[in-house]
């Protein structure tokens, strides 16, 4: 992957197999965020291959399997002049989920009360809760976070461990891009780390 000339990524082998969690660590600027976009199909490789889900990732394939992805980046991804309850109702809506799941998974993450609330009006830690939400609601097979527990509190943080496990034990799997090694190698099967472009 490169961005200009500049190589971003090079050299990249991956596997994540169903029922696995996998850390990805490195500096900043690594290129880490880098993987998880591309891993979301959101970056198409400058070259070499790979597969989501079953998806060539250089093909329109890849547009088929993004509902079956989560993908929480750092900075949530929300509109910001919709409530936290109209943006999730938006993702229902198009997957054909009941706004009664939209209720449940923004109560199961301390949010019923904020329901109204436009998101530009919310704390972070508010909005990334709201993120993880929307993950409850959509029972995603491969699970992408981007810092997952950055600006929560202690409570939210388990809230994105039980998530993480509760994806791998129903078979699917997670790619946890974090500076807190210790928190994510206690939820990871294993742990890689992004160095020059490359893993080790």
Do not use: W
Request: proline share 4%.
């Amino acid at each position: 992957m490169r961005a200009g000339a500049t190589h971003i990524l090079r050299d990249i082998t991956l596997n994540v197999e169903p029922g696995e969690a996998v850390g990805v660590f490195g500096t900043n600027g690594a290129g880490k965020t880098t993987l998880l976009r591309l891993l979301a199909t959101l970056l198409k490789p400058a070259t070499g291959t790979g597969t989501i889900l079953g998806a060539d990732l250089s093909s329109d394939e890849r547009y088929e399997v993004r509902p079956r992805i989560g993908y929480v980046g750092h900075v949530p991804g929300l509109y910001p002049e919709m409530t936290l309850d109209e943006n999730l109702s938006f993702i229902a809506s198009a997957m054909a989920i009941d706004h009664d799941a939209v209720l449940s998974s923004l109560a199961a993450v301390g949010l019923a009360g904020a329901s109204d609330r436009r998101a530009e009006v919310c704390s972070h830690g508010m909005q990334r809760r709201a993120e993880f939400a929307r993950i409850l609601m959509t029972e995603p097979e491969f699970l992408l976070l981007d810092e997952p527990h950055s600006a929560l509190d202690g409570n939210a943080v388990d809230l994105v461990d039980d998530l993480v496990r509760r994806t791998v034990n129903a078979g699917g799997a997670a790619v946890l891009v974090s500076h807190e090694r210790t928190r994510v190698e206690k939820l990871a099967t294993y742990s890689v780390e992004i160095k020059g472009g490359t893993l080790s």
